[in-house]
Structure formats: structure tokens, C-alpha cells
């Protein structure tokens, strides 16, 4: 267990939203748009094609409002009241692409923007907004067969409770009932839970596109809670993966192949996860060799050689994360695998942090590799 | 069509908040406990056991804070200040049973409570708080076989748009490839959306405990979108239900009929809705006399023999409300269905007013009246 890792990853996790936006002296253009995440009818946040989000809220009688995003660390942005009780503000940069998580501080107290729809993500339900992408295509919702994300409600002995997970089935999915699938067990992060990959991160959307573009071949997608809510800056040294790996492999793994048409042995099953999840897939795929044969990492760390020897041979070692956070680490991690005979891949997403964009095209990046016999 | 009926139905949605709690000389127990839907490790909003709710909101700098539940009319329940920069405050009666939308008012601004889950409802994303039922077995999570809620999206043709709806299985779908089940489609109310019925409804929970207890033989719910959001109180005789039976009964039906296990005949296909879900299966199932052999009006007004007549005759017509509604009007109508001959049922949720409790309470009444033959 490497435990400066994991520490490194935790920490990009709490740092990211100090580094978010960029201070600019560039026009600001007027094309500002609804963001997509906004509830129903609501015009704010709104953002431009420079990636400046500019927000409004209603509330006539406060003092002062400011937004946690746009230059967290000199203490985000600071909107100004107009005289029809509007509080209304922009990013003093714009932000990077992709998904960012946020909220207001209106008088002191946090709470969300009433604009936005909103995403569980630092163990609450957050604000969230999205730049659009250059490449966002690869996520959108389109016309092609799509697959179902449900939600199961499975018997876990080790903790006595009916425990959420979501499974994502490809639109072939049940079409022909003697099909099987492989699966891969895919992880939130510290603060997220088993609903951010389908909210946050279109896992499906992406699986639907990457299947109708012929570009894998299909399968199964299980994300759960990994019980990771409880870690507390600082905490991580005493984070225990035992409850979460019993839940896992004990019982989740056993429930999914006994309820879907699944291929149900190791070579067929792969582990992933972001952050700490990929703290978590680090740490089970180790101590549960004979369960999965495609490991991977989403900025959660990096397997050395050394950790690996005596195992089984992983079919796949798949590390990635974005530019913005330590990719020299991820790729000097990577070479060193791949000196020492693994099948490593490492993937950095260009002009991004800790943040959902880079998860969501190292999903796009991984997906194509795994379940490849 | 009964315009007055529709009318009265919606004044009564808009006005549930404004008579949901009873003033009291009670003495107030304090025996408050966090909110069961409260988001993970938040201790307030508190309930206590005779249905008293108790605030707290951090806001140091902020002048007012009201939440909109508790004697909405006169106010709602206005939060007073302490000097550690909480503001609290506790209902002046005990609530309804049940569950029950707020939001807070903070400095003249509409907030969420931080404390709480939020659910669709009113167009907006609302705080939600549960009071414990008295019967609230029939729709707890309790070690049985479950059901899953898949979200799917279907091709939508008339609206150019990939539709989003939910659709639950019970626990024994798919294990036996050649059985096909009776399916109910059911919809949400005005300012709500596909989320409702498995979110504050717990339609899922209700059907599980059902079939776990030999009470009904399993069949499919589908919820889906009504589009029913675009309604602004006074337009409703304005609202044309064209465009929604389209999505209804020649897109989405056809896709249940094609992806799922389903007896895709009239004779196992029911329609159900709350409030304008109600008005919505009025209109279709008279306007499409093929398609659904089972009607059910939650709270949505009545049918009435008249417009029956010529008509085929339903297996089933349901008509429920809650007690604090218009039990008299639900009561007669279906004694004037009965006395021309038709096999209707009513149903009256005890102490309870235009809200979930009363339509989880019909949902479970109405279950096991459905696909008898």
C-alpha cells in the first residue's frame, strides 16, 4: 500500500477547486446561454463560449452573496446587487471544461444555487455546472440505441442492509437471453456516491455511443457506494478497505451474476475507479487477486512493480489522469510497468483537473481495452 | 371532459401548502430525530414523534430566514436567529403524515434546505421531509426480493428528442425468459416529472413488499415525463393532451412492448395518475379506448357514466383522493359509476391532503385490483 499516493490523490481532491479558473484579461463575450444543467425554465448560470459562467440570484433582503467557483482561492465569485434584489456576478477566468461542482454562500450559510440541477459530490447534494466541451460529442445524448441504468437493491449480510447499486446494460441487453456479458465494477470518489458515473459522468451515454460507433464490444457496467463518505481530510491513513471489499466481492459480485446475464468469472471482470475509488480498485484488485483481471485507475494513484510481483498477472493495468494534476507520475508509473513486462497503459486528458471531464474520457480511453480475449 | 373537475384539482395541488398544519396547544415532545430524508450525516430538519418539525439553518450574516411548511398561510414557520449564527425554529402544528415539499426564504430568496434531499416537484428541484406514517410498513425497505428502476430513453419521433422514463421490474423479471408480464403505466403530478412515483412515492417499495407478501401477482409499472410542467395555474383549460398521448401511447408504448417482457395486449396495459397525472389518464384512456383496459384517477378528478357511455367498458375504474380533499365528490361519482353498471372503486387516504401519502396509500390499494382475469 503506498500511502503518499494516496495522499496525493486526496489532496488533488480537496486542492482542485482553489485552481479551477484562470485569471484573464481577454473580452468577454456577450454569448452567454442557459447552462445545460440548469432545472427546468431557469435561464442562470449562464455561460459563454469562452467558458466565463456568470450567475444570478434572487434575494432581495441579503447582504452579500458569493459562488464557490471561478477563483476558489481568493474566495471564488463575489456577485454585486442590483437594485431588483438580483445578486449577479462572472468568473474573473473562465473555467475549464467539462463538469464542475459548486455552491453559494448567501449571508454566511451554504447553500445551492436554485438555478442548477444538482449533483452529490463532497457528501452533498451540490450545484453543478457544465463548459461545454470540444469534444463533448463523445457524451452526448443522441439517436442511437441506448442502454439502461437501473437501479438494484441487493441483500448485504456483512452490513444488514438492502444496498443501492446502479447497472448499466447495453441496448442488446436481453434481446437474445442466452447472451453473456462481462462487467466491469466502476467507482465514485471521496464525497460522491453510487449515482455520480451515470449523473456526472454519462458512463452511459458514453457506453451507448462507443457501442453504436462499433468501437467495443458490449458490456455490463456496476457502480455501487464504496463507503468512502466517512474519510475525513486526514483521515486516510485509518480508511479500512475491508467493509467495502466484503461488500464487493462478497456479496454485490455474487448478486450481479446470479441476477444478469453476465459472464461470471475473472476474465471477465474488470475493477475501475476515480479518485478514491481508484484508492479502493488499488487496493481490492491486491488483496482479491482471483476476482478481476483489468485493473484501473482513474487519478487514484499508480501500482508499482513491486506491489504486483507474486500476483497474477493483470490482463490490463490502466492509468490515467488530467494534465492539470501530476501526469509525469502517471506516466513515469506506466513506463516503469511496462519495463517490468505488464500490459500498462496510461492515458492524461489534456487542460484538465480532478474533475468529471477527465474521468469521463478516461472511461472513452479505457472502454475499447478491456475484455479483449 | 369535466373542466370543473380538472380545475378543482389543481386549485386543491396549489393549495395544499397553505393548509397542511394544524395549530396546537400541544405540548411539543422532545423527542425530535434527524429527518429520514435528510442528506447523509445532517441532523436537521428534525421530526418528533407526533409530527412536529424542527429547523435549523446556518446563515450568520442573514436577517430572515421563513420555510414554507407549517401554517404556509399565515407565513409559513419563521426561524429565529441565535447568536451562534443558526437560525431555528420549530412548526407551530404538528404536520400531516407523510411526505411534504418545502423550501426556505432566505432574505427574500428561494433556497433549498441544506439539510435535506431534494425532489421534483412544483417545477423545481424542492427540500423534502418525511413524517412517519403510522402505516409506513407497506412502503419500507425490508429484506425481500427486490425490484429494479431502470432508467431507459426511447426514440421519440413526434418530439424529436430521445424521452426519459423508469421503469420497474419485479424481483423475478428476467429469470424465466418466456414470462411476460401485465404492465402499468403511471404518472407524476403538475410540477413534477418521471422522478416522483420511485422517488417520493416509492412505487418500487410498494410493489416489492406487495408481491413479497402473495398480495399481487407481479407486473411492470413504466413512468415517464407527462409534460405536464408547462401548465401555469390558470392556463389549464388551454392545455392540450395531443402531444403527450402521442409520446404516450404510439412511442413509448410500443418501446415497453418491444424491450420488456410484456403481454403487449389492452387487456394488461392500465393507466394511473396523480393530480394532472389524473387528468392526463382521463383524457387518454377515453381518447384511446384501445389501448388500457384498467383507469385509475389518484387525486385527478372522476369520471363520470356519461362520458363512459359508447364506450368499451374498463375492467377497472379506481378513483381515490385523500380525506382533506373532496372524499364526498370521489365517493358519489364512483356510487353513479356503480349504479350504471360500472366496476369502479373508491378509495380515501385517511388524514391526509393533496400529497404522496395518499397516492402511495392508492397505489397499494389499486394493485391488487389490476390484470385479475
Avoid at 480537496?14 to 484579461?25: D, F, I, P
Avoid at 463575489?78 to 473555467?95: A, C, N, S, V
Avoid at 451507448?208 to 464490444?217: C, V, W
Avoid at 513491486?306 to 501530476?326: H, M, R, V, W, Y
Amino acid at each position: 500500500m503506498n500511502l503518499k499516493s494516496l495522499t496525493i490523490a486526496l489532496a488533488a481532491t480537496l486542492a482542485v477547486s482553489l485552481c479551477e479558473a484562470q485569471t484573464s484579461t481577454e473580452k468577454i463575450k456577450e454569448d452567454f446561454q442557459a447552462s445545460t444543467l440548469n432545472q427546468p425554465g431557469q435561464d442562470y448560470p449562464r455561460v459563454n463560449s469562452q467558458g466565463y459562467v456568470r450567475f444570478r440570484i434572487k434575494a432581495p433582503k441579503a447582504d452579500s452573496i458569493r459562488v464557490t467557483l471561478g477563483l476558489g482561492g481568493r474566495g471564488g465569485t463575489k456577485l454585486t446587487k442590483d437594485t431588483g434584489g438580483y445578486f449577479t456576478g462572472t468568473t474573473e477566468g473562465p473555467m475549464d471544461e467539462g463538469f464542475h461542482y459548486y455552491h453559494l454562500i448567501v449571508d454566511g450559510g451554504v447553500f445551492n444555487d436554485p438555478g442548477t440541477l444538482n449533483y452529490y459530490g463532497s457528501t452533498r447534494w451540490e450545484s453543478g455546472i457544465e463548459i461545454p466541451a470540444h469534444d463533448q460529442d463523445f457524451y452526448a445524448l443522441k439517436d442511437v440505441p441506448h442502454g439502461n441504468v437501473q437501479q438494484i437493491l441487493f441483500p448485504s449480510k456483512s452490513t444488514n442492509t438492502q444496498r443501492r447499486a446502479f447497472v448499466y446494460t447495453p441496448g442488446d441487453y436481453g434481446k437474445n437471453k442466452s447472451k453473456k456479458y462481462p462487467v466491469l465494477y466502476l467507482q465514485h470518489g471521496w464525497g460522491e456516491d453510487e449515482t455520480a458515473w451515470s449523473n456526472q459522468g454519462h458512463a452511459n451515454l458514453i457506453m451507448d455511443n462507443l457501442i453504436a460507433e462499433g468501437k467495443i464490444k458490449p458490456f455490463i457496467i456496476v457502480m455501487t457506494y464504496g463507503m468512502t463518505n466517512d474519510i475525513k481530510p486526514g483521515g486516510l491513513r485509518n480508511f479500512k478497505i475491508d467493509a467495502f471489499e466484503t461488500v464487493l466481492t462478497d456479496e454485490l459480485v455474487p448478486y450481479v451474476d446470479a441476477n444478469f446475464q453476465t459472464i461470471a468469472d475473472k476474465a471477465h471482470r474488470a475493477m475501475a475507479g476515480l479518485s478514491m475509488g481508484g484508492m479502493e480498485t488499488h487496493l481490492i484488485t491486491l488483496a482479491k487477486p482471483e476476482e478481476f483481471a483489468y485493473f484501473a485507475l482513474l487519478s487514484g494513484g499508480v501500482y508499482t512493480p513491486a506491489e504486483l510481483k507474486d500476483k497474477p498477472n493483470a490482463k490490463l493495468i490502466f492509468i490515467s489522469c488530467g494534465s492539470k494534476e501530476n501526469p509525469t507520475r502517471v506516466n513515469d508509473a506506466v513506463a516503469a510497468l511496462k519495463d517490468a513486462g505488464y500490459n500498462a497503459v496510461s492515458f492524461v486528458s489534456a487542460n484538465t483537473a480532478h474533475e468529471f471531464l477527465t474521468w469521463r474520457r478516461s472511461l472513452k480511453e479505457l472502454a475499447p481495452l478491456l475484455f479483449k480475449d
